[in-house]
C-alpha cells in the first residue's frame, strides 16, 4: 500500500488519476500529465519514487497499481534524462510486466522530449554559441541511442543551420558536422549553400566535395585529392609546397 503523506500536490493527483489511455505502445495516445498537472523537472523526483512503488509486484488497489504506471508515462514526458537510468534499472530489474512494458515504450518518448527541451534552449536568445554547440552535440548523441529520434534531430539540425546567418563559423560547422554524421542527404543544398556563404567553417567536414562523399552523393575519385581537404589544410598544402619551391628558385 502507498504511504499517500509521502506524496504532494500536484504529484498526488496521480493516486486518483485512475483508469490508464492510450496503447502502451501508442505513446502519442498517453494522457498529457505535463499539460494538464503542470508537471516539470521539480517535480521529477517524486514522480520516480511513485514509479518505484510498483517496481516488485503488481499493487492490489486499482488506483495505487496504475498510479505508478502514471508516474511512469509522465516522467517521460517531462523530458528530463536525469531519468534514463531509472527507466532502464525498471526494464532490467522490475518484477512487475505492465510497468516493464511501459518503461520500455517510455524510453524513446524521454530521448523526444529531451530533444524539445534542447531545442529551447537552443533558441534562447541568452545562450552564447559555444553552449549552442555543446546543445547540438547532445541531440546528436541522443539519436545513437535511441534512432526513433533520428529524423526529429535531423529537422532540428537543419532548422538551426538555416539561420546560418547569425550564428558563428564554428557553430555552422558543428551543425554541418552533426547532420553528416546522420548521413542526412536531405540537408545537402542547405549545406552546400552554408559552406559557400563563407559562414560555415569546413574544418570537421572538409569542404562541399568531402561532404558529398560522406553523404555518399559523390565518390572520392570524382575530386582532386585537395579538394577533399578542409580550407585550413588546403592553404597550408600551399604554404608548404611555396616553401619547397622558393629553395628551388633561389638556388
Not at 21 to 37: A, L, T
Not at 88 to 111: F, G, I, M, Q, W
Not at 191 to 220: F, H, N, R
Request: charge should be negative; charged fraction near 25%.
Amino acid at each position: 500500500m502507498i504511504d499517500r503523506s509521502y506524496y504532494s500536490l500536484p504529484v498526488s493527483q496521480l493516486l486518483d488519476h485512475g483508469s490508464l489511455e492510450g496503447e502502451v505502445e501508442d505513446v502519442d495516445s498517453w494522457f498529457d500529465y505535463v499539460g494538464h498537472y503542470g508537471f516539470g523537472e521539480v517535480e521529477a523526483i517524486t514522480i520516480v519514487d511513485l514509479m518505484y512503488e510498483n517496481f516488485e509486484n503488481e499493487l492490489e488497489q486499482p488506483n495505487e497499481h496504475n498510479a505508478s504506471i502514471h508516474a511512469c508515462r509522465a516522467l517521460a514526458q517531462i523530458g528530463d534524462m536525469f531519468a534514463e537510468d531509472d527507466f532502464l534499472h525498471v526494464v532490467e530489474h522490475s518484477k512487475n510486466d505492465a510497468l516493464v512494458r511501459n518503461a520500455t515504450a517510455a524510453l524513446p518518448l524521454l530521448a523526444r522530449a529531451h530533444l524539445a527541451n534542447l531545442e529551447g534552449y537552443f533558441y534562447d536568445e541568452k545562450m552564447k554559441d559555444a553552449d549552442r554547440i555543446g546543445i547540438a552535440e547532445r541531440a546528436y548523441e541522443l539519436t545513437e541511442r535511441y534512432a526513433q529520434v533520428r529524423e526529429r534531430c535531423i529537422t532540428f539540425l537543419m532548422t538551426a543551420l538555416s539561420k546560418y546567418e547569425r550564428y558563428s563559423r564554428d557553430l555552422n560547422g558543428f551543425l554541418i558536422y552533426f547532420l553528416v554524421k546522420l548521413e542526412a542527404t536531405a540537408a545537402s543544398t542547405l549545406i552546400q549553400t552554408a559552406l559557400a556563404s563563407g559562414k560555415a567553417s569546413d574544418e570537421m567536414t572538409g569542404g562541399w566535395p568531402a561532404v558529398q562523399v560522406a553523404l555518399k552523393l559523390a565518390d572520392k575519385t570524382d575530386f582532386a585529392p585537395e579538394e577533399l581537404l578542409c580550407a585550413g589544410d588546403r592553404q597550408r598544402q600551399k604554404e608548404q609546397n611555396l616553401a619547397i619551391l622558393l629553395p628551388q628558385k633561389q638556388s
